[in-house]
Structures are given as structure tokens and as C-alpha cells.
Nanobody
Framework: QVQLVESGGGLVQAGGSLRLSCAAS????????MAWFRQAPGKQRELVAEITSGSTTNYADSVKGRFTITRDNAKNTVYLQMNSLKPEDTGVYYC???????????????WGQGTQVTVSS
């Protein structure tokens, strides 16, 4: 079984910074892309940033220039550095990883439990 455990959320004032971490554990062959999504109250879950196994990144337009996604493949961990936070960044942030359990298996999306980020104005 694969588990994703997130940490680093919290309450911060506008203009502040937070760093989220998500570590994958369990028995698996490899992890392809890893990503962060967020969901604000009453809104759909949206992609914030993603990073491939080769460290190619993609960001939502709303966070470009403020957020940075990185990963440590040796630790099976993905990070999200969030700077210049705005109240509209508030939401539950979820980690997602495309995990290949066995060498011949198709990748499957696994999700973390979510971590709350609240930005006050």
C-alpha cells in the first residue's frame, strides 16, 4: 500500500511564506509525476503545480513566480515553496503522485489526506 503524508500547512498573513512537504511511503517500483492540488471552500479542486520524474515543472497561472515545486527522488518527497501568499491561496492542499507499483503496472494516482493553508488579509 502506498501512503502520502503531507505537512507544512498553517495560518500565515498575506505576503508571508509556507513550505509544504509530501512524502510517499510503501512498496512500489517508481513514482512518475508528483503534483499539488488545492481546493477552496465551495470550489473545485484545481492543479497548483506538477513536476515530472525528470524535474520538468508546470504551474497554474495564478501561482507562477510565487510558488516553486521541487522533489527529492531519493526521499520520494515533493515540496511546494509558497511565497508572497495571498488570501485567495487559502484552501486545502493535496499531494498527488503517479505511482507504478510493479515494473509492468500502469501508474495510478495516489492522494494525500490534505493540509490546510489559510492566508489572512
Amino acid at each position: 500500500q502506498v501512503q502520502l503524508v503531507e505537512s507544512g500547512g498553517g495560518l500565515v498573513q498575506a505576503g508571508g511564506s509556507l513550505r509544504l512537504s509530501c512524502a510517499a511511503s510503501g512498496r512500489f517500483f517508481s513514482i512518475n509525476s508528483m503534483a499539488w492540488f488545492r481546493q477552496a471552500p465551495g470550489k473545485q479542486r484545481e492543479l497548483v503545480a506538477e513536476i515530472t520524474s525528470g524535474s520538468t515543472t508546470n504551474y497554474a497561472d495564478s501561482v507562477k513566480g510565487r510558488f516553486t515545486i521541487t522533489r527529492d527522488n531519493a526521499k520520494n518527497t515533493v515540496y511546494l515553496q509558497m511565497n508572497s501568499l495571498k488570501p485567495e491561496d487559502t484552501g486545502v492542499y493535496y499531494c498527488c503522485a503517479q505511482v507504478r507499483i510493479g515494473v509492468v503496472d500502469f501508474p495510478y494516482d495516489y492522494w494525500g489526506q490534505g493540509t490546510q493553508v489559510t492566508v489572512s488579509s
